[in-house]
Nanobody, 115 residues
Framework: QVQLVESGGGLVQAGGSLRLSCAAS????????MGWYRQAPGKQRELVAA???????NYADSVKGRFTISRDNAKNTVYLQMNSLKPEDTAVYYC?????????WGQGTQVTVSS
């Protein structure tokens, strides 16, 4: 069983930055891919960025060049550095982790970008 806890969300003005963190806990040997998704009101949850245990990354086109995903395998933690934020980035951001073919999700953290 893996528990994921996100932190770092909040309210920021357009053009600002936020850094999200997601810490995994439990009886973990090694987590495979970890990622960040987001869901805006009335929209489907969408992938923002993902990173493998080896450090390979994948980004949604809408965030390329503005967001950076990274992870600390020793701490079982994944980060999302978000720069040049736009109002359309407003959403609940969820962390997920692929551990032994099971996908685990965090509770989500709200990110609100004001214009």
């Amino acid at each position: 069983q893996v528990q994921l806890v996100e932190s770092g969300g909040g309210l920021v003005q357009a053009g600002g930055s936020l850094r999200l963190s997601c810490a995994a806990s439990g009886s973990i040997f090694r987590i495979n891919a970890m990622g960040w998704y987001r869901q805006a009101p009335g929209k489907q949850r969408e992938l923002v960025a993902a990173i493998t245990s080896g450090g390979m990354t994948n980004y949604a086109d809408s965030v390329k060049g503005r967001f950076t995903i990274s992870r600390d395998n020793a701490k079982n933690t994944v980060y999302l550095q978000m720069n040049s934020l736009k109002p359309e980035d407003t959403a609940v951001y969820y962390c997920n982790a692929d551990y032994r073919t099971v996908l685990y999700w965090g509770q989500g953290t709200q990110v609100t970008v004001s214009s």
